[in-house]
């Protein structure tokens, strides 16, 4: 059996999941199995694949750290009262009329400051996302409009480790990057924002959000106290302290409101950290305000082992090679756009992270790029425009899976994330004109 033929096959597994709504880990874990049958049959020594994908799998505890945290911070600042803040003060400064727009804006004002879109969606967008419930309106849409918004910082933020990542790897500089993408972006921001408006007319919160705000005070002690955690992330992102930091720092604060402001014991405190946080209360506020807690992330830290080891076997046996092979038949600027879209999209959803997408993009075209004398700085604005935002349409890819899992909804967001396919579009379509235009020059 041919790797393509079983890489093809655990392809197909992956979609059956998740258009059965399974559990992605089962049909990876799955795949796993498959390649490992395959390439023992090849004459790979058992020994040495299980290396390739432990040493790849390596790469992910950093990332299973981070996830953890966010689970964390998402629980705490619900007990600390941060995040019932957030949606107390936000339902009084956001129009009704204009909720999507307002949220897809908001969060990508947020996501440039923080330069990260895990903590854009674990902050502000869960509090957006309790007031979208409230206010009745479909969770898929409102949550498109902030993963799309959270992952314009991600792409175009001088924070953001995405940007860094792609930077190194290309060695260019990052403001330069960072101007060439904002170049890059006003069309599709343009166009979304137009959506937005449209859906914005159609989904206007209902009234029964009010029910939510008189809820709010009865049961958390509100003041601009209690919006400290969310404080410490914004101006520890701008310090540019590391992540990790950013977020245990945060979280000490909001248990220590949790315990003083609030009144919850340590014990509780305890179980809201590991088992997420829940009302025990019969109220329409109880019934928003839960989850998150480090439990809620062990199943996406799951995907995030299986699928790198994956990766390390994929990439050690040298599978894709003929793939490189094909992209240097390409002749066509438009059409060598055209596959880094491909490649990204392929990349995303068998290394079902962001990381590994760019990893594994910059890897397989950084030669054609070489061999059609195009600048390091187009290939890594190809890459910001392709493999970053395609990532979380691919609804078993971390990048997507994290933010749904975060906003309680499902792969149901991805039709309304209109920004992040509009990225790829739109620079296709100016890759295509500025071809035709080069054509008719020299004809």
């Not at 879209?341 to 054609?368: E, P, W």
């Not at 309680?408 to 739109?426: E, K």
């Amino acid at each position: 059996m041919s790797s393509l033929f079983s890489l093809t096959l655990c392809f197909v597994i992956l979609l059956v999941s998740v258009t059965k709504g399974y559990f992605v880990a089962y049909s990876l874990g799955l795949s796993l199995v498959i390649l490992l049958v395959t390439f023992t049959y090849q004459g790979f020594p058992f020994a040495s694949l299980l290396k390739m994908g432990y040493i790849s799998s390596q790469k992910a505890f950093s990332i299973i750290t981070i996830l953890l945290l966010i689970g964390v911070v998402t629980s705490i600042w619900m007990a600390s009262g941060t995040i019932p803040a957030l949606v107390y003060y936000g339902t009084q400064f956001i129009n009704p009329q204009y909720f999507i727009l307002s949220a897809f804006l908001l969060t990508c004002i947020i996501s440039v400051l923080l330069g990260t879109s895990f903590g854009t969606v674990s902050t502000v967008g869960v509090a957006l996302m309790i007031m979208a419930k409230e206010g009745n309106i479909d969770p898929h849409i409102i949550a498109g409009a902030i993963i799309a918004g959270a992952y314009f910082g991600d792409r175009c933020s001088p924070m953001s480790s995405s940007a860094h990542l792609i930077a190194s790897l290309t060695k260019t500089n990052l403001y330069k990057n960072l101007a060439y993408l904002m170049t890059t972006a006003w069309f599709p921001f343009i166009a979304s924002t137009i959506v937005y408006f449209f859906l914005s007319l159609g989904n206007p919160i209902q009234a029964t959000s009010h029910n939510l705000l008189a809820e709010i005070p009865q049961i958390f002690d509100i003041n601009f106290l209690v919006l400290c955690p969310a404080l410490a992330v914004f101006f520890l992102c701008l310090m540019k302290i590391e992540v990790k930091v950013t977020l245990a720092i945060s979280i000490a604060i909001a248990l220590f409101l949790g315990i003083f402001v609030q009144n919850y014991s340590w014990l509780q405190m305890f179980q809201v950290i590991v088992f997420g946080f829940h009302l025990h209360s019969q109220t329409q506020l109880a019934e928003a305000l839960t989850g998150g807690g480090i439990v809620s992330m062990l199943r996406v830290s799951l995907v995030v082992i299986i699928s790198t080891f994956l990766v390390g076997i994929i990439v050690g046996t040298k599978t894709l090679a003929s793939v490189e092979k094909l992209f240097r038949r390409i002749s066509s600027k438009s059409g060598l756009f055209l596959s880094t879209i491909a490649v990204g999209l392929v990349s995303a959803a068998f290394g079902c992270t962001q990381t590994l997408a760019i990893l594994m993009t910059y890897q397989l075209m950084k030669d054609k790029y070489e061999q059609e004398k195009m600048s390091h700085y187009q290939l890594a604005i190809d890459i910001e425009n392709t493999a970053v935002v395609l990532a979380p349409l691919v609804p078993w890819n971390i990048a997507g899976l994290v933010p749904a899992t975060v906003l309680m909804t499902d792969s149901g967001f991805i039709p309304y994330a209109v920004y992040l396919y509009l990225i790829p579009v739109f620079n296709w379509i100016g890759f295509k004109f500025v071809e035709l235009r080069m054509q008719r020059k020299f004809e």
